[in-house]
C-alpha cells in the first residue's frame, strides 16, 4: 500500500517548504481579492471609496513579493531573505486589518473618517458654476456604505482577507525560521 506522498513526489517539497507554500497562498489571496474588488467595481458598478482604494495597495504588494519569496524558496534561497520576505507580507497584511478596521469603524461611526470622503463637500469655485459642477462631481463617501453581506461590508471583508494573509505568511515565517 503507497502513501499519497510517495505516489506524488511533488508534495514533499512543498510539505518540506512552508516558505514557498505560504508566499503563493498569499499571492494567490491578493490576487484572488483583487480581481474581486475590480469586479465588484467594473462589472457591478460599487464604485471604491478613497479608503478603498487605500486598502488595495497591501494587495498590490502581496502579488509579487508573494511570487518573488515563493521563486526564491523554490531556489533554496538563504532563510534570512526568506524571512525577510514573509516579515514583509505579514507586516503590509497587518497594516492592511488595521487599515480595513479603521475603515469599517468609520462607516459604522464609530469614529470620524477622512475629511476628503466624509466631511462636507466643498471647493465647488464661483457660485455661477456651482451648478454645472455638482452635475460631473461625484463623492463617494467612506462613511457610507455601499454593499453588505452577512453584515459586513467590503472594508470588513478586506480585515478578515488581511487577517488570513497574515496568519498564513507567519506560519511560514515560523516554520521557516524552525527548519
Not at 459604522?108 to 466624509?118: E, I, L, R, V
Not at 463623492?139 to 455601499?146: G, M, Y
Request: aromatic share 10%; charged share 10%; net charge positive.
Amino acid at each position: 500500500m503507497t502513501s499519497y506522498a510517495t505516489a506524488h513526489p511533488s508534495h514533499p517539497r512543498l510539505s518540506a517548504n512552508p516558505a514557498l507554500v505560504a508566499a503563493l497562498a498569499v499571492a494567490l489571496i491578493a490576487a484572488a481579492t483583487l480581481a474581486g474588488a475590480w469586479f465588484f467595481q467594473l462589472v457591478l458598478g460599487i464604485v471604491p471609496c478613497p479608503l478603498c482604494l487605500e486598502q488595495r495597495y497591501a494587495y498590490y504588494l502581496a502579488v509579487p513579493l508573494g511570487l518573488l519569496v515563493a521563486f526564491v524558496a523554490s531556489r533554496e534561497a538563504p532563510r534570512p531573505v526568506l524571512l525577510a520576505g514573509l516579515a514583509l507580507l505579514v507586516v503590509a497584511a497587518l497594516a492592511n486589518a488595521w487599515l480595513g478596521t479603521y475603515h469599517a469603524g468609520v462607516e459604522w461611526k464609530f469614529w470620524q473618517g477622512p475629511t476628503d470622503c466624509t466631511g462636507p463637500v466643498g471647493n465647488f469655485g464661483s457660485a455661477g458654476s456651482l451648478l454645472d459642477r455638482l452635475d460631473t462631481v461625484k463623492v463617494i463617501r467612506c462613511d457610507e456604505v455601499q454593499w453588505r453581506f452577512l453584515g459586513l461590508s467590503l472594508a470588513g471583508y478586506n480585515v478578515l482577507i488581511s487577517l488570513l494573509m497574515a496568519a498564513i505568511a507567519a506560519w511560514g515565517l515560523v516554520s521557516t525560521k524552525r527548519a
